[in-house]
Each structure stands twice: as structure tokens, then as C-alpha cells.
């Protein structure tokens, strides 16, 4: 009705074909949602010129397109193309700058650039610690993307800062129990352990998989709650929300990396009881061909460690 209504460069379409590329897209068709959202770009060109910022805008929903679609190179030009005009505009202390600056760096990273990631991420974490403050969330999405090339890296003294930077900022922001903090407590206790400090990494392990079990807790509360569907509440935590087999492949693999640390400690019991709790969340899982197979485990640890003074048998 518009197209026939209205010229072809009327904002009111520009905004109709808006929607339609993010239906595209919640729906999972990127390749017509990308479709869709350059001509929208065609329109806001015409309309609005080649350096407005509703035309940055576009540029990045469809680099973000491309990215999620694997297309590394054609997302990281349209970043820099959205970048561009938005410095224009803005200058370059404004949080869509920020914002550029960080996505153009997660495509680096995953293109194996992490020199020049890693610069992107420091002048995108300069801006928000200046406008935002040292205590916001997207100042701990920057401190975590940094800690996560150096570790990448091998540089395990420069991760583990920026690690426990980012779990002070989210346990204020966020609360105890949410996945980026159970996550960010997993990393650091990978570090220790990377790092020798088994007694710092069982410490970080465990207060990750103490989150964990508080989020499984709440995910069964909701479960019996039927009554419960108001999903705008915006009170409650994300981990409550956590999809159950995701939630248990993390527990499961915190408990394997809790009972390697205790192995290395010596302390047989401990991994026994790791594994064995491990198992247990396997089995409720109904996962049964896992929990054999880390039955297995268990018993060639057992013979491997508890018997060692066994004979092996005669050829």
C-alpha cells in the first residue's frame, strides 16, 4: 500500500522494510534479511545522504548479518564504513563509536588478528570508561573480550587482571548467580590452574559451580511455577532463564575441571566425589552412554592411582 501510496523514497517505507528485514531475522533467514535491509540502505542513501546516521545505523544491522553468517570480510568493511560516518558525525568520544570499535574487534579476533583487536578494544573500553564510568556492564564486556585474546594468547598474566576487573564489575552490575559472572569465575579458575595456583583455581571453580547450582535451582522453581509467564519482569536475573542442557553440560564440565585440579593435589577422594557428582547430574540428564563412559574414567583413575602396586599380567 505504501509502495503505491507514497514515492519510493519515503521514510514511512524505509521503516516498513525495517521491520520486515528484522522479522527476516528473528525468524533466521539472514540471507533475506540482509536482502531487505540494503534496500532500506538504498532508500536512506537517496533520502538522508551517504553520511547520515540512521545510514550508519543500517550499515552495522547488516554487518551484523554478515558476521553471524560467517562472512568476516564483508562484515568488518561495513563496520568500518559505519565507524566512518558515525566519527563524522559524533566525533570520537560517543558510545556508537564505542560500539564499532568493539564489534570490529570481535571480527578481528576471530579472524586471528588479535594485535589489531586488541587496539580496538582499548580505544572502544577508553570511550565507555569515559562516558559511562568504571562500574557499567558494557565496561566489563570490553575488560572480557581483552582478558580473552591475552589468555588466547598464552599471556596468562595479562588475562588475569582484566578477568577479575570484569567479575568485580559484573557481580555489582549483574548479581552473584548470572552466567557471565559464572563464566568469567570459570575463566579465572582456568588461568590458576594454567598457572600452577591450585588452590586459587579449586577456589574460582568452586564459586562458579556454587552459581551454577543456585541457577539450577531457580530454573526447577520456574519449572514448577506454572502460573509464572511474566518474561518482561525485567527484576529477574538472566540465569533463571538458561536453558537446562546447556546449564548442565557447564556444571558438568566445572566438576571435570574442579576433580583434574584435585588430581593434580593428589587428593583421589575429592576427585571421586567431583566425578561421581558429575555422573549424577549426567544421569538425571538421562544421558546415560556419558555417564558410562566417565564410569570408565573413574575406574582407570582408581586402577591407575589407588593400585598402583598391582602387577600387570604375564604374555
Given at each position: 500500500?505504501e509502495?503505491?501510496?507514497?514515492?519510493g523514497l519515503h521514510?514511512?517505507i524505509?521503516?516498513t522494510?525495517?521491520?520486515?528485514?528484522?522479522?527476516?531475522?528473528?525468524?533466521?533467514?539472514i540471507?533475506?534479511?540482509?536482502?531487505?535491509?540494503q534496500?532500506?540502505?538504498?532508500?536512506?542513501?537517496k533520502?538522508l545522504?551517504?553520511?547520515?546516521?540512521t545510514?550508519a545505523?543500517?550499515l552495522?544491522?547488516?554487518?551484523?548479518l554478515?558476521?553471524?553468517n560467517?562472512n568476516f570480510?564483508?562484515a568488518?568493511?561495513?563496520?568500518?564504513?559505519?565507524l566512518?560516518?558515525?566519527?563524522d558525525v559524533?566525533?570520537?568520544c560517543?558510545?556508537?563509536?564505542?560500539?564499532?570499535?568493539?564489534?570490529?574487534?570481535?571480527?578481528?579476533?576471530?579472524s586471528g588478528?588479535h594485535?589489531l583487536?586488541?587496539q580496538?578494544f582499548?580505544?572502544?573500553l577508553?570511550i565507555?570508561?569515559?562516558?559511562l564510568g568504571?562500574d557499567?556492564k558494557?565496561v566489563?564486556?570490553?575488560?572480557?573480550n581483552?582478558?580473552?585474546?591475552?589468555m588466547?594468547?598464552?599471556?596468562?598474566?595479562a588475562?588475569?587482571?582484566?578477568?577479575?576487573e570484569t567479575?568485580?564489575?559484573?557481580?555489582?552490575?549483574?548479581?552473584?548467580?548470572?552466567?557471565?559472572v559464572?563464566?568469567?569465575?570459570h575463566?579465572?579458575?582456568?588461568?590458576y590452574?594454567?598457572?600452577?595456583?591450585?588452590?586459587?583455581?579449586l577456589?574460582?571453580?568452586?564459586?562458579?559451580?556454587e552459581?551454577?547450582?543456585?541457577c539450577k535451582?531457580?530454573?526447577?522453581n520456574?519449572d514448577?511455577?506454572?502460573?509464572?509467564?511474566?518474561?518482561?519482569d525485567?527484576?529477574?536475573?538472566?540465569?533463571?532463564?538458561?536453558?537446562?542442557q546447556?546449564?548442565t553440560?557447564f556444571?558438568v564440565?566445572?566438576?571435570?575441571?574442579?576433580?583434574?585440579?584435585?588430581?593434580e593435589?593428589g587428593?583421589?577422594?575429592k576427585?571421586?566425589e567431583?566425578?561421581?557428582?558429575?555422573?549424577?547430574?549426567?544421569?538425571?540428564?538421562?544421558?546415560?552412554?556419558?555417564?558410562?563412559?566417565l564410569r570408565l574414567?573413574m575406574?582407570?583413575?582408581y586402577?591407575?592411582v589407588v593400585r598402583?602396586g598391582?602387577c600387570?599380567p604375564?604374555?
Amino acid at each position: 500500500v505504501e509502495c503505491k501510496v507514497l514515492h519510493g523514497l519515503h521514510p514511512n517505507i524505509a521503516v516498513t522494510l525495517t521491520n520486515i528485514a528484522q522479522i527476516h531475522k528473528h525468524n533466521g533467514n539472514i540471507v533475506e534479511s540482509i536482502r531487505t535491509f540494503q534496500q532500506v540502505l538504498v532508500i536512506q542513501r537517496k533520502s538522508l545522504g551517504e553520511c547520515h546516521p540512521t545510514v550508519a545505523a543500517t550499515l552495522s544491522c547488516i554487518a551484523l548479518l554478515q558476521y553471524q553468517n560467517q562472512n568476516f570480510t564483508k562484515a568488518l568493511d561495513l563496520y568500518q564504513r559505519a565507524l566512518l560516518i558515525r566519527r563524522d558525525v559524533y566525533g570520537d568520544c560517543h558510545l556508537d563509536v564505542a560500539s564499532n570499535l568493539n564489534s570490529i574487534g570481535l571480527i578481528l579476533f576471530k579472524s586471528g588478528r588479535h594485535e589489531l583487536a586488541l587496539q580496538s578494544f582499548h580505544r572502544s573500553l577508553t570511550i565507555r570508561q569515559h562516558l559511562l564510568g568504571h562500574d557499567h556492564k558494557d565496561v566489563a564486556i570490553l575488560l572480557y573480550n581483552i582478558a580473552t585474546i591475552h589468555m588466547e594468547r598464552g599471556d596468562d598474566d595479562a588475562a588475569l587482571p582484566c578477568y577479575q576487573e570484569t567479575l568485580r564489575i559484573e557481580r555489582h552490575v549483574l548479581g552473584p548467580n548470572h552466567p557471565d559472572v559464572i563464566l568469567t569465575l570459570h575463566h579465572i579458575g582456568f588461568l590458576y590452574q594454567s598457572k600452577g595456583d591450585f588452590d586459587n583455581a579449586l577456589l574460582y571453580y568452586q564459586q562458579s559451580y556454587e552459581a551454577q547450582q543456585q541457577c539450577k535451582n531457580n530454573s526447577d522453581n520456574d519449572d514448577d511455577d506454572e502460573d509464572d509467564d511474566d518474561d518482561d519482569d525485567a527484576t529477574v536475573p538472566t540465569a533463571q532463564r538458561l536453558d537446562k542442557q546447556e546449564l548442565t553440560n557447564f556444571m558438568v564440565q566445572t566438576l571435570q575441571s574442579a576433580a583434574s585440579v584435585q588430581f593434580e593435589q593428589g587428593r583421589m577422594d575429592k576427585v571421586m566425589e567431583s566425578l561421581t557428582e558429575a555422573a549424577g547430574l549426567l544421569t538425571e540428564a538421562g544421558r546415560e552412554g556419558e555417564v558410562e563412559q566417565l564410569r570408565l574414567t573413574m575406574a582407570q583413575l582408581y586402577e591407575m592411582v589407588v593400585r598402583p602396586g598391582r602387577c600387570a599380567p604375564a604374555a
